[in-house]
């Protein structure tokens, strides 16, 4: 059974610093990995999506990595804004890709 | 482009009373669509998925159903609730070329 860790589960950061958020999980045989971000009351928005091929993808100041034989993923935020402030998931995809299997987030907070 | 729709954004409803939540997808067709769960202190956990009309695979065995009556249509339903099923119903959509999950504003559910 595909278990996911997030750490660290909550992280408190002045406005312009870079950081990294990890993401471990279990079973490496995914088909995807989902990084998502929920701000609170809300629905999830898609960050970023990397497929078992590939190593990382970028999309702005988001980087996120991907190293499947270990199990682990990585999200850097670079020059993080207040607008960051939100809950951060990883997902990683069930072989078949039909299922999504989420850690219990990181929460970020950044502060101007 | 795509949306995805879910109603109603918020419910309170006694225990023993049925439930009906309904989510619609517009701008693709023949969607993956999926119910998830996040209870209060707990990750995100799918509920239900489906991969066409009438096709729904079930991860939790529980007191839930859905059913996918038209394409783009996916409804999550119980005939009596418990005070377990209280949290925020997520559902999610994804193309079947890449898995990209892709979420809607999700219903708060309080059952007392």
């Known amino acids: 059974k595909q278990e996911v860790t997030q750490i660290p589960a909550a992280l408190s950061v002045p406005e312009g610093e870079n950081l990294v958020l990890n993401c471990s999980f279990t079973d490496s045989a995914i088909y995807n990995l989902q990084w998502f971000r929920q701000d609170p009351g809300k629905g999830l928005t898609s960050l970023l999506l990397?497929?078992?091929?590939?190593r990382e993808q970028t999309s702005g100041r988001l980087n996120a990595s991907l190293d499947k034989s270990s199990g682990r993923s990585t999200l850097y935020i670079a020059a993080s804004q207040p607008g960051d402030s939100a809950t951060y998931l990883c997902?990683?995809?069930?072989?078949?890709?039909?299922?999504?299997?989420f850690g219990k987030g990181t929460t970020l907070s950044v502060s101007s | 482009s795509q949306t995805i729709h879910q109603w109603p954004a918020t419910l309170v409803q006694p225990v023993g009373s049925p439930l009906s939540l309904e989510c619609t997808v517009e701008?693709?067709?023949?969607?993956?669509l999926y119910w998830y769960r996040q209870a209060a202190g707990r990750g995100l956990q799918l509920l239900f998925y489906?991969?066409?009309?009438?096709?729904i695979s079930s991860e939790v065995p529980q007191n839930l159903s859905a059913s996918r009556p038209q394409d783009r249509q996916f409804i999550l339903s119980s005939k009596k609730l418990l005070l377990s099923d209280s949290g925020f119903y997520l559902c999610?959509?994804?193309?079947?070329?890449?898995?990209?999950?892709?979420f809607g504003p999700g219903t708060r559910l309080t059952v007392t």
């Open positions: 999610a959509w994804s193309p079947d070329t890449t898995y990209e999950q892709y």
């Open positions: 701008g693709t067709s023949n969607p993956n």
């Open positions: 990397i497929q078992s091929s590939q």
């Open positions: 489906s991969v066409g009309i009438g096709q």
């Open positions: 997902a990683p995809a069930n072989q078949a890709g039909t299922a999504l299997i």
